[in-house]
């Protein structure tokens, strides 16, 4: 497909609006007459709700109602999922699980009368002892978060690809060690934010939020509000940042629906920074032990892997995604044989968990990409060695593997060979020995990953679900409009927060349709009454430039098809005799032409011009299908679409005093195929790779053992990298296209930045203390976990 405009760097056109303070986010919708929610949480991480005694509350100034946990059982239905868990509601209903969830709710004419009406309600506790430790969750003697879960187990899975007994048996050496990834998120500036409002007189209630899964909830809300669907009208205008993060708003949601309805008013919600990151945005904590099989030479043969995930208070959907959304990619770039996994999902006393962006790989690759370098210090190769005999070689793609993922293209060792080049890597090997003869912990960090583009709902097998074999493939809708005078409307099931959808889908829609992108409007954000969706429609799991384009491009080349026999019949020619250059319709035979523009005014005003029996104007949906059986009786399935390469070399030095880590050099190359717009694509590389470094050395959610408190909820406590702190990121290109998709483009240049270097920066510290004898096994990597480690001078895992 020859092109104009995709592949240009074309700055974002929506940044216009957002620097002039133009945007429209969710507290920008509040009408002068709505009321104010405030929420009254736990302060308490494990504890039965005797009673909860708010009539003080309810006459309090400006209060127009106050809604408790235990009231929610009769004016709501739980949330369901696809496999057995506990019932969940927005609010505690019989008892606690974490310091921050929600008790009451009060809804008032100002914010300021709301919080004050929550010292007024008394709640009467039963503490009891909090489960903070996954481990000890597991043991018989912790007590239960949910009665009925026998050793706080939340869920298992158990899964074996390929011969793994025959691997481990002949293998020359197994390696093992112990990883821990702790929680953190991608904590987006604008907080949680949810406004509803319940039209009595047509009897539809409008709920406003950040959720970029809005249409794949909107069936959800319905159901536990006991609404019709097709009375809910689901909206997300702009959204100030996801990253994964806001899925979770879907509960406070449902919340703020149901308070719209009782005081038949708009009601809006706002989130406090220590709301956000004590309740709605935490990633799960993560303890596997990993084993590999290895040869002589270095070839991996085989892992056995068993993982302990926390999920928190709670497992709500779509956990345990965290588990199996990498299972796609769970064997990186690498050509091993057979894979064992082992997982149990634990309750404990915290926040319940959710996405974050790269949904789980930082956590699977941290382990993979930390046993690879082990196993070469182990066999005494260079850490790019052993992966380089490792690599799946490119005369083997479309490569499947023992999972089911049917691996796109790509040529990995030429990747490698780039990225060593671009950063130096024989002259940071120099520097390095020199630096350390002098005194100076330097070391140097290579990493390489697999990021899957697209969710195959067949995941829902692995999460062990009764109706898994219903479930297959992906989708996602568009919808575009060409008015008669020529301008073109688009809009979409996809809800972006900074990606650049519009600019995208306009450089799209304008190169298949031949026109200025000036003439296409592309209606950001979703409405569920006005925009086309899916049962899979949003934005995640890196599937834009491939689903969504895929509906876009379909959509365009119906319209663009139609038009043709517009535009033949005009001419008194065959359709097949048209093309479309330049806004011209243009018979290849005889060289008369028509405008773009006079095609348009006919198929709406001149219908005599129109071919027998066509309908008159010019609308086009098209759903964008990839189709995929269900997952076999072993699981087995390709879980995504595209598989974009991604890898990245770092060095780092170690202050001996202060312990403090600091990026000297960092470079990632990615190959995501055809690249629909480079700008936007080196933004979204930039934006991942922060957050790799903010997972790698500063970011935890901390809690205390004993009282089950979180004692990092703020950002004076949690820490996130800032422009100090940023290193200059060098991001580098290598373009295999596609074999599965329209423009030959990949999913990835947003989250594979995340988890490769977390543990790139990981991999390059290790190797900074490796005359210690120590190996980093634990993420973040704080200037305390260095310095004990320095003290102890003994092998381990921090």
């Known amino acids: 497909m020859s092109t104009k405009l995709v592949g240009r760097g074309i700055l974002r056109r929506e940044d216009l609006r957002?620097?002039?303070?133009?945007?429209?986010?969710?507290?920008?919708?509040?009408?002068?007459?709505?009321l104010h929610v405030a929420l009254l949480r736990s302060p308490l991480p494990h504890a039965v709700i005797r009673g909860v005694r708010a009539d003080r509350a309810r006459v309090s100034p400006g209060v127009r109602l106050v809604v408790t946990g235990p009231e929610l059982p009769r004016l709501m239905r739980p949330f369901r999922h696809l496999i057995p868990t506990p019932p969940y509601y927005p609010m505690a209903v019989d008892k606690v699980r974490f310091v921050g969830e929600p008790v009451a709710a009060v809804v008032a004419e100002s914010r300021t009368q709301a919080v004050d009406a929550l010292e007024l309600i008394e709640v009467d506790y039963e503490p009891l002892r909090p489960v903070i430790d996954p481990d000890e969750a597991l043991e018989g003697k912790s007590p239960l978060v949910h009665e009925g879960f026998t050793n706080?187990?939340?869920?298992?899975?158990?899964?074996?690809?390929?011969?793994?007994?025959?691997?481990?048996?002949?293998?020359?050496?197994?390696?093992?060690?112990?990883?821990?990834?702790?929680?953190?998120?991608?904590?987006?500036?604008?907080?949680?934010?949810?406004?509803?409002?319940?039209?009595?007189s047509s009897g539809d209630l409008y709920i406003y939020d950040q959720n970029h899964q809005a249409p794949m909830h909107h069936a959800r809300l319905a159901d536990v509000l006991k609404l019709p669907q097709n009375k809910l009208v689901y909206a997300v205008p702009d959204v100030g940042g996801g990253f994964g993060n806001k899925v979770m708003i879907y509960p406070y949601s449902a919340l703020i629906g149901l308070l719209s309805i009782m005081v038949d008013r708009p009601v809006m919600w706002v989130a406090d920074r220590r709301e956000d990151m004590a309740a709605l945005m935490q990633t799960p904590m993560r303890i596997a032990t990993a084993e590999a099989a290895v040869r002589s030479d270095g070839k991996v043969l085989g892992l056995r892997i068993k993982l302990i995930e926390d999920f928190g208070a709670h497992m709500r959907h779509p956990e345990p995604q965290n588990v199996t959304r990498p299972f796609a990619c769970m064997l990186g770039p690498y050509d091993i044989g057979a894979i064992r996994l082992d997982a149990v999902g634990v309750f404990t006393n915290k926040?319940?968990?959710?996405?974050?962006?790269?949904?789980?790989?930082?956590?699977?690759?941290?382990?993979?990409?930390?046993?690879?370098?082990?196993?070469?210090?182990?066999?005494?190769?260079?850490?790019?060695?052993?992966?380089?005999?490792?690599?799946?070689?490119?005369?083997r793609m479309p490569y499947t593997n023992p999972i089911g993922s049917v691996y796109d293209g790509g040529n990995y060792h030429e990747m490698m060979r780039i990225l060593l080049t671009k950063f130096d890597y024989e002259g940071w090997k120099s520097k390095r020995e020199k630096f350390w003869q002098v005194g100076r912990p330097v070391g140097i960090g290579v990493a390489a990953i697999i990021e899957p583009a697209v969710t195959n709902s067949q995941v829902v097998s692995l999460w062990g679900s009764e109706i898994g074999k219903r479930y297959a493939g992906s989708s996602e809708a568009a919808m575009i409009t060409v008015f008669p005078t020529g301008k073109v409307e688009v809009r979409m099931g996809t809800i972006p927060q900074g990606q650049g959808h519009e600019t995208v889908a306009a450089q799209v829609v304008a190169e298949l349709l031949q026109i200025p992108m000036e003439d296409v409007n592309v209606i950001s954000g979703f409405n569920s009454r006005t925009h086309p969706y899916s049962g899979d429609s949003g934005t995640y799991a890196s599937r834009f430039s491939v689903m969504a384009v895929g509906a876009i491009t379909g959509a365009a080349i119906k319209i663009r098809e139609k038009m043709k026999r517009i535009a033949a019949n005009i001419l008194g020619t065959d359709p097949e005799h048209i093309s479309l250059t330049d806004g011209e319709f243009r018979d290849g035979v005889t060289q008369s032409s028509v405008s773009f523009r006079?095609?348009?005014?006919?198929?709406?005003?001149?219908?005599?011009?129109?071919?027998?029996?066509?309908?008159?104007?010019?609308?086009?949906?098209?759903?964008?299908?990839?189709?995929?059986?269900?997952?076999?009786?072993?699981?087995?399935?390709?879980?995504?679409?595209?598989?974009?390469?991604?890898?990245?070399?770092?060095?780092?030095?170690?202050?001996?005093?202060?312990?403090?880590?600091?990026?000297?050099?960092?470079?990632?190359?990615?190959?995501?195929?055809?690249?629909?717009?480079p700008v936007i694509a080196e933004g979204q590389a930039h934006g991942a790779m922060a957050h790799g470094l903010g997972a790698a050395l500063y970011e935890q959610y901390v809690y205390d053992r004993s009282t089950g408190q979180l004692l990092s909820s703020t950002f004076i406590d949690y820490l996130v990298p800032t422009a100090l702190e940023m290193p200059?990121?060098?991001?580098?290109?290598?373009?295999?296209?596609?074999?599965?998709?329209?423009?030959?483009?990949?999913?990835?240049?947003?989250?594979?930045?995340?988890?490769?270097?977390?543990?790139?920066i990981a991999n390059a510290i290790s190797d900074a203390l490796d005359p210690l004898g120590v190996d980093i096994n634990e993420i973040p990597i704080t200037p305390s976990k260095l310095w004990s480690l320095s003290r102890n001078r003994e092998r381990g895992a921090i």
């Not at 196993?375 to 190769?381: A, C, P, T, V």
């Not at 759903?623 to 087995?636: G, I, L, M, T, Y």
């Open 18 to 34: 957002f620097v002039k303070g133009l945007g429209k986010y969710v507290a920008d919708l509040a009408p002068d007459d709505a």
């Open 152 to 200: 706080n187990i939340a869920w298992t899975g158990n899964y074996v690809y390929g011969d793994v007994e025959s691997a481990f048996r002949s293998a020359d050496l197994i390696v093992s060690s112990k990883f821990v990834v702790n929680r953190f998120s991608s904590t987006p500036i604008e907080p949680s934010a949810v406004l509803s409002y319940f039209d009595r």
């Open 351 to 395: 926040s319940p968990t959710g996405p974050n962006r790269a949904y789980g790989r930082t956590h699977t690759f941290f382990v993979l990409e930390r046993l690879m370098d082990i196993i070469s210090k182990r066999l005494g190769l260079d850490p790019v060695e052993i992966r380089m005999r490792n690599f799946i070689p490119t005369e």
């Open 598 to 677: 006079e095609v348009c005014r006919a198929a709406y005003n001149q219908l005599a011009l129109l071919p027998e029996g066509m309908e008159p104007g010019l609308h086009a949906v098209h759903v964008h299908r990839f189709e995929s059986s269900p997952a076999d009786d072993n699981k087995s399935a390709n879980f995504a679409v595209t598989y974009s390469p991604a890898m990245a070399a770092a060095a780092v030095e170690l202050d001996p005093e202060t312990f403090e880590v600091k990026v000297l050099r960092l470079v990632m190359i990615e190959d995501i195929g055809t690249i629909l717009n």
């Open 728 to 760: 200059e990121l060098e991001v580098h290109h290598y373009v295999t296209r596609s074999l599965v998709t329209d423009w030959g483009s990949r999913g990835g240049p947003g989250e594979s930045g995340t988890p490769l270097v977390a543990v790139t």
